[in-house]
């Protein structure tokens, strides 16, 4: 028998890195929304096969946007740092009618190069949504202390006809927003979203000074990731050998979706109770959410309000 | 829409910047972004004009520009927008990679293109098409392929989806506009790895940049053409026809998603600079050698059993023509070498070492002799490097010039040569 002949180079056996957001992080909330306002976009106007219209994801290197690769798949491509929003407009150059190019960065990515958010916001040929994932507020990366940036002035001379805030948790009416900013895109107009959610594990500790008891959520039996957890108890006592080509989750919708870690390990002992998950559209409807959430309000007074009632 | 259009425009004044603008449209070429700077402004600022941002100003756009309105000719430029060169680069890049259309092959077998594009979403294509797109061209001057590093670099990890991006740099190696005295081949070939090529006249130069389109775009690879100041500058009078290809120009648009290739990220870029070291550059520099003569290079042989080899590059090469001109010279070429082989070619890198090789086991060569110009000894270093490696017995040999001569240094390049 001749023998095969050795390939020139070994294929890289790679993986791809676990989901490791900081804890309650809303950048790819976001993008989820995005998607999300898409979808209803399209149904809203009954567009269907190739009449539908299409999100291009074009994101900045960072870690919202690289998890949002890694974990939902979201992203349609990561450059060099600070090249999303001028990759998008190369993009909006070459891509058909029916796709939306739709850009994001961290606060990182739109100071290191302000220029293309300006080349973005005055080019008269192409709409702009450009999604500003504010890390001064959120936090990102533990807590660095990046260059504060007034938006709503910064956004209005670089050419943006608005600036519109966001609460990254809010995700259906995000996705209500983004499905209204595509006619907006469309007529070519230019609008910057940004991510403001405030920082959900600050939250806690304020509503927990101030004696509120935030919610939590609960699953019922009838989730699918549960049942598999139980399948695969099963197969790791009885037939181990087989245990290795097992996937990690069967459904990925709500935890991997909204990039919680409490929920993708199905424990509400670390919930942060910012009520993404309440507004997300379980496919088993086997999720709730039982308590107080951030989705409901980030005001304390109105959560103390509320907790008594 | 007709597939190729000729236009005679009749005998035109053109410089070295126009030649390059020449060749991008008659390959088709629909979006231009560059930063501007001597001695490359006058390339972006001729597309502006064919595009209509800025007033028609001389004969050749004014000849060019009424010539491609009349075909249909889709043509965007973007200079007064992109604000530096990363930006400039990396809106090519964007314009680059939206692969809405295919054509047939006309380079690879089917072979290789499974080796380029068999693992792109475009694998499963039973005909083994090409996926193309918008023919794109960025330009900048030197200092640009400084700025623009980290997107140039990058988008070497893409390929093939930057097949049918041209990079045109303008060296001012003399520092006559410029802070750095610099020589951008070695940031082309050594630093970005990718296919660059030295012009060496405007009156073939555009043949070089159509054709390089056509090859590499196949191969899906970028390439880069770097001029020197005197040559984006030279003026010239040619016959100026445009072989337009209008279906290049027409494309379908739209973009494909391909994140496995489009999100540079580790596990994803790792093992493609695997392939293209291992796999992807090899097989570059066979269809190279494949299509020499179609890149505007040549082998010329003085004489029945040459020991020297000759490899004239850029302005050397220039120079070196007149020797099939001039029976004086010839004589002192003969005087000088005895009979000789000149590898007269633009590449750069990659070279193509199976060219070589069939050379000197055709000839008995015993040295090498390397004129380039600039302060880099690229071709030079590959071919050292070729001959130790392969531990062929001929010595290869450093003539270069470490300099760009100013056009009032009246320097002769073929006086150079004969009394290397």
């Known amino acids: ?309 | 829409m007709k597939k190729e259009t000729v236009i005679d425009l009749g005998k035109t004044r053109i410089s070295g910047n126009h030649a390059i603008v020449w060749g991008g449209l008659e390959a088709g070429v629909r979006v231009t972004t560059a930063y501007p700077g001597a001695p490359i402004s006058e390339l972006q600022g001729t597309y502006e004009q064919l595009a209509g941002n800025l007033r028609r100003d001389n004969v050749f756009s004014q000849k060019v520009g009424e010539a491609l309105d009349k075909a249909g000719y889709q043509l965007t430029a973007h200079w007064g927008t992109t604000t530096n060169e990363p930006n400039a680069v990396g809106m090519a890049l964007g314009a680059t990679i939206c692969k809405g259309d295919s054509k047939e092959r006309e380079f690879l077998t089917e072979e290789e293109w499974s080796l380029v594009w068999g693992e792109t979403v475009f694998g499963k294509d039973d005909k083994k098409r090409i996926p193309v797109g918008s023919r794109v061209m960025t330009s900048f001057k030197h200092l640009g392929g400084n700025t623009a590093a980290d997107a140039l670099r990058t988008a070497m990890n893409v390929i093939p989806y930057v097949g049918g991006l041209g990079i045109a740099s303008g060296d001012d190696r003399q520092a006559t506009s410029s802070q750095t005295q610099q020589d951008n081949k070695v940031l082309f070939a050594m630093h970005y790895r990718m296919p660059v090529f030295e012009l060496h006249s405007p009156v073939v130069a555009h043949r070089t940049v159509r054709n390089c389109y056509r090859l590499f775009e196949e191969l899906g690879t970028p390439f880069g053409v770097i001029m020197n100041y005197n040559l984006a500058y030279r003026e010239v009078t040619v016959d100026l026809t445009l072989n337009v290809d209008l279906e290049a120009n027409g494309r379908q648009k739209s973009f494909k998603k391909d994140p496995q290739y489009l999100v540079t990220i580790g596990p994803h870029i790792r093992p493609r600079e695997a392939k293209w070291l291992a796999r992807l550059l090899p097989m570059i520099r066979k269809k190279i050698k494949e299509n020499y003569e179609f890149l505007g290079s040549e082998v010329v042989q003085y004489g029945s059993k040459p020991k020297t080899m000759l490899v004239v590059l850029g302005p050397f090469r220039e120079d070196f023509k007149m020797v099939g001109h001039d029976e004086s010279l010839r004589r002192r070429l003969e005087s000088k070498f005895g009979d000789v082989v000149a590898v007269a070619g633009d590449l750069v890198f990659p070279q193509p070492e199976e060219l070589y090789t069939e050379l000197i086991s055709k000839h008995p060569i015993e040295r090498i002799l390397v004129f380039e110009e600039g302060y880099t000894r690229v071709v030079y270093l590959q071919l050292l490097d070729m001959v130790n490696r392969l531990g062929l017995n001929v010595k290869v040999l450093d003539r270069t010039i470490p300099y760009e001569p100013r056009i009032y240094d009246r320097f002769s390049y073929i006086d150079h040569i004969l009394a290397a």
């Not at chain 1, 001749?2 to 909330?29: F, I």
């Not at chain 1, 100071?111 to 080349?119: E, Q, R, V, Y």
Request: proline share 3%.
């Open chain 1, 1 to 309: 028998m001749a023998a095969t002949p050795k390939p020139a180079v070994q294929e890289e056996v790679t993986y791809m890195r676990p989901v490791s957001n900081c804890a309650g992080c809303g950048d790819t909330k976001v993008s989820w929304s995005v998607l999300e306002g898409m979808r209803r976009y399209n149904k809203e106007h009954k567009l269907k096969g190739k009449d539908r219209y299409e999100v291009v994801y074009v994101a900045d290197r960072g870690c919202g946007n690289l998890q949002g690769w890694h974990d939902y798949r979201i992203v349609d491509t990561i450059f060099f740092m600070g090249s999303g929003v001028i990759i998008g407009e190369g993009i909006k150059e070459s891509c058909s009618d029916k796709q939306v190019v739709i850009t994001a960065s961290g606060d990182g990515g739109y100071n290191f190069n302000l220029n293309a958010i300006k080349i973005a916001g005055k080019n008269k040929k192409w709409g702009a949504i450009n999604v500003i994932y504010n890390n001064f507020v959120i936090r990102m990366t533990g807590g660095q202390i990046p260059l504060e940036t007034d938006f709503d002035k910064e956004g209005v001379s670089l050419g943006y006809e608005e600036v519109i805030h966001v609460n990254p948790f809010h995700v259906n009416d995000n996705a209500e927003l983004f499905k209204s900013l595509v006619d907006r895109y469309l007529k070519k107009q230019k609008v910057m979203v940004v991510a403001d959610g405030v920082c959900v594990l600050d939250m806690m500790r304020d509503t927990r000074a101030a004696g509120v008891k935030m919610g939590h959520f609960a699953k019922t039996e009838e989730c699918l990731d549960l049942k598999f957890a139980t399948e695969k108890e099963r197969m790791a006592r009885e037939e181990p050998e087989k245990f290795k080509d097992l996937p990690r989750f069967k459904c990925r919708q709500c935890g991997i979706g909204l990039r919680c870690h409490a929920l993708l390990n199905n424990d509400p002992s670390i919930c942060q109770a910012c009520g993404s998950c309440k507004q997300f559209p379980c496919v088993t409807d086997c999720l709730a959410f039982q308590g107080l959430s951030f989705a409901d309000s980030i005001s304390i007074d109105q959560l103390k309000t509320m907790s008594k009632t």
